[in-house]
């Protein structure tokens, strides 16, 4: 009788007991940011379906769900995938495949590291990018000649860090019929004593890479898929790919259909007539991979090469004012066309006169639209009387720029000029966020190195002192906002991703500190130790 009842009470406890619920996977034991609206922290969630189930504690998950999955996270920090808002997907898988030139101090470094290359690749043409000449004992322009000794038959295209001016050796010149009396309008060919060096800048460029041997498909999908692997590796989830052409939107088309690229890609089509022709007529193209709803325009060329479009002189070039790379006509014909669809216009605008610009054309194109999310490139130098416009039209901002320019910056624009200048901090005042990213490879891919800039605005050396105009200086939240929740607003998917929370991709990173509590100067060594998307590992 005793065993009867006995059994008899441990079958009503198994039938109130609850069945658990299954689920792909549950994330337990973590220093979780979830970047929701209160900033909360969390220590585990659930996830099924790709997505975010429900986020709590570790124990009400697992008495509540049961996976075949369990990732305990010891403690570890994890936070949303990182979004970089302003990058050239391509363009970095380009670089990887080729010569670095990123951090030489001297053009015969840039030399010496071509001719290693080419000793061991023997290809016909060489392509590479990086140099800065502001980085060197002798800031001026390089020129060609001795590229033309050591390489009088094979094309050499040498690209400035910020991709807006190249030297080519004359081999490259001639693909181009480029010659001391040729001229275009947005560009600039450099000379010295009446004689061409070699270096172009902005839109003279095309006239050589208009005519510059097309890489292969299989190249190019090389490429992609190596830009792939560096941004799973730095925690990267999300790009959004600035002026991105026609060809290489097909191309990444396919390797979705494959299976190859699973990276998120958020695509600002280059706003040439074309693109603009086909997508208006088309409409967006919205996958949980690939979003296509933007264009992208260039409204001058960039500081480093006084490219950049200014309202006033430069301060160490006192007949230069920049190159307008676009005509405004025809930025102004855009902005009407793109205003009367779903598109959104990003526009790269680096000088004061370019902003002003910018933010001119989208006023009277918008005409009082506060929700569009047209967003300028850069807003790298802003007038003082031109922050206010910034009520409407988001920043999306790269905070690396400020400590790679801020060594020269000020000799450029002088001291007036530099107060408005990488003011990272007015422009989210005056629009209440921003979208931020690294612009690379034009800088480099790490978004730690983002996060550091943003915050400590100094360079790995802990110059200067006291931080670059530390009065625009954003705050570790702001930052890891910006990377996160904010960037993903400015691409209109902040109901889909950028935060911890539940029905959002389960895209999340683990670190091997804690960025928001850690010394600011460790921050730029942090690992990723793992990278998830939509709750799958991918690094």
């Known amino acids: ?21 299954p689920v792909d996977a549950i994330v337990i034991n973590g220093n979780i940011y979830t970047v929701n609206g209160n900033f909360d922290k969390a220590e585990a969630f659930a996830i099924k379906d790709g997505k975010f189930l429900e986020i709590a504690s570790s124990k009400i998950l697992q008495e509540k769900y049961v996976a075949d999955t369990i990732i305990d996270a010891q403690g570890k920090t994890i936070v949303p995938g990182f979004i970089d808002a302003h990058a050239h997907f391509e363009g970095l898988g380009n670089n990887l495949l080729s010569v670095d030139l990123m951090g030489t101090d001297s053009f015969d470094e840039v030399l010496k590291r071509v001719l290693d290359f080419q000793n061991e690749h023997q290809l016909g043409v060489i392509y590479a990018r990086g140099w800065d000449q502001n980085d060197w004992e002798e800031k001026e322009f390089p020129n060609n000649a001795l590229l033309n000794q050591l390489f009088p038959d094979t094309p050499i295209a040498l690209g400035r860090v910020d991709g807006h001016a190249t030297l080519f050796n004359q081999a490259a010149l001639n693909l181009g019929n480029v010659t001391e009396t040729s001229e275009i309008d947005g560009g600039d060919f450099i000379k010295k004593d009446g004689k061409l060096t070699g270096v172009l800048v902005d839109r003279a460029q095309n006239l050589v890479f208009n ?247 100094q360079d790995l050396k802990e110059f200067p002192k006291d931080g670059f105009q530390m009065e625009d200086a954003l705050s570790r939240e702001e930052t890891l906002r910006g990377m996160t929740i904010w960037a993903a607003y400015s691409n209109f998917e902040e109901n889909e991703k950028g935060s911890i929370e539940a029905g959002k991709f389960a895209d999340f990173i683990m670190l091997d500190r804690d960025i928001m509590n850690v010394d600011i100067q460790q921050v730029p060594e942090t690992k990723v130790e793992q990278t998830y998307l939509g709750g799958v590992q991918v690094y």
């Not at 990267?236 to 998120?264: P, Q």
């Not at 629009?431 to 790490?446: I, R, W």
Request: hydrophobic share 40%; aromatic share 10%; proline share 3%.
């Open 1 to 21: 009788m005793k065993k009867l009842l006995t059994l008899a009470i441990f079958a009503t406890v198994l039938s109130c007991q609850k069945e658990k619920t």
């Open 211 to 457: 005519n510059w041997p097309v890489a292969s498909r299989s190249q190019r999908v090389k490429a992609l898929l190596a830009a792939q692997e560096d941004c799973f590796k730095f925690g990267l989830t999300t790009i959004d790919d600035a002026g991105v052409s026609a060809d290489a939107i097909e191309i990444m088309e396919s390797l979705y259909e494959t299976g190859d690229l699973k990276i998120r890609l958020y695509v600002m089509a280059s706003g040439t007539e074309d693109q603009l022709d086909y997508y208006l007529k088309n409409g967006i193209v919205k996958t949980d991979r690939l979003h296509i709803r933007s264009f992208k325009i260039s409204s001058d060329g960039a500081l480093g090469s006084r490219g950049a479009l200014l309202r006033e002189p430069y301060s160490d070039a006192h007949t230069v004012y920049g190159l307008p790379v676009t005509s405004l006509d025809y930025l102004e014909k855009a902005a009407t066309r793109i205003a009367n669809s779903e598109f959104q216009l990003n526009t790269h605008a680096i000088g004061d006169s370019a902003n002003h610009a910018v933010l001119n054309i989208y006023k009277k194109a918008l005409n009082g639209k506060n929700d569009r999310r047209w967003r300028i490139e850069h807003a790298q130098i802003v007038s003082p009387e031109d922050f206010e416009k910034f009520d409407d039209i988001m920043p999306s901002i790269q905070p690396t720029h400020a400590t790679s320019d801020m060594y020269w910056a000020e000799d450029r624009i002088g001291a007036e000029r530099i107060k408005g200048a990488y003011a990272y901090k007015k422009l989210l005042d005056t629009y209440g966020k921003v979208a931020l990213g690294t612009d690379f490879p034009v800088e480099k891919v790490s978004p730690f190195l983002t996060f550091y800039a943003a915050v400590a605005r």
